[in-house]
């Protein structure tokens, strides 16, 4: 397995800094810093885990390459009210299916206050949200949602607040999981913010996200067969 040293306190300074000077000169001004700080460690991370994820069932893909695993640091400003030309973090994706952002995946997200991670499946499209509400009219498919999403709460991961506030139309309430029918995507992530372990900067990185992931796979391979 490719070796990787940890990510170092300068990668969080650097971060820091971008977010308190968030504009094309400063950034053009510090460009060795991204490359050195941000990108090379970003893509030695995704080289180092895509054993490990490679490993996983169903398999997931890590492409150490800026718009694979590594999600570039450009923002599209064209329909934001916010016009920051950077993203202040570091943010990687592996997922089991044929494109990064149509389906199920695993997402860590390095900010400057520490670590971030969660799975899950965006904003599921009409024949996606109704095959959902279908599996969960099953009862061992149901079962086994509910399952994946406790194991997800045993490495800190959440789900947000529902997207409607009211059942669709047609559902009869059952009180201890119809909530998860106002829900129109899951994703369960970490809700506190960064948290900065002493592991993020040693070469145990590695394993303890590996492990994370692990310990998500059954909430990715549920959303994943969808």
């Given at each position: 397995m490719p070796s990787f040293r940890g990510f170092p306190p300068e990668t969080f300074a650097f971060l820091s800094d971008l977010k308190a000077n968030n504009k094309r000169s400063w950034f053009e001004a510090n460009r060795d810093r991204y490359e050195n700080l941000w990108k090379a460690p970003g893509l030695d991370f995704i080289?180092?885990?895509?054993?490990?994820?490679?490993?996983?069932?169903?398999?997931?893909?890590?492409?150490?390459?800026?718009?694979?695993?590594?999600?570039?640091?450009?923002?599209?400003?064209?329909?934001?009210?916010?016009?920051?030309?950077?993203?202040?973090?570091?943010?990687?994706?592996?997922?089991?299916?044929?494109?990064?952002?149509?389906?199920?995946?695993m997402h860590v997200v390095l900010t400057p206050e520490g670590l971030g991670y969660g799975a899950g499946r965006w904003a599921f499209d009409s024949p996606v949200l109704a095959r959902y509400r279908e599996r969960l009219g099953d009862a061992t498919e149901r079962a086994a949602l509910l399952a994946a999403l406790k194991e997800a709460e045993g490495v800190g991961c959440h789900l947000d607040e529902p997207h409607l506030k009211r059942l669709p139309k047609g559902c009869d309430p059952a009180p201890e999981w119809d909530y998860l029918l106002r829900y129109k995507g899951i994703v369960a992530r970490t809700m506190e913010g960064g948290f900065m372990p002493g592991w993020i900067g040693t070469p145990s990185v590695v394993d303890e996200m590996l492990d994370r992931t692990r310990r998500l796979m059954p909430l990715i391979g549920w959303l994943h067969a969808l």
């Open positions: 080289e180092a885990l895509g054993p490990g994820m490679a490993a996983m069932e169903p398999p997931m893909k890590a492409e150490a390459r800026i718009n694979g695993s590594l999600r570039r640091i450009n923002r599209d400003v064209r329909f934001a009210a916010d016009k920051s030309p950077y993203e202040p973090w570091l943010h990687l994706i592996f997922w089991p299916g044929d494109h990064p952002n149509r389906g199920a995946g």
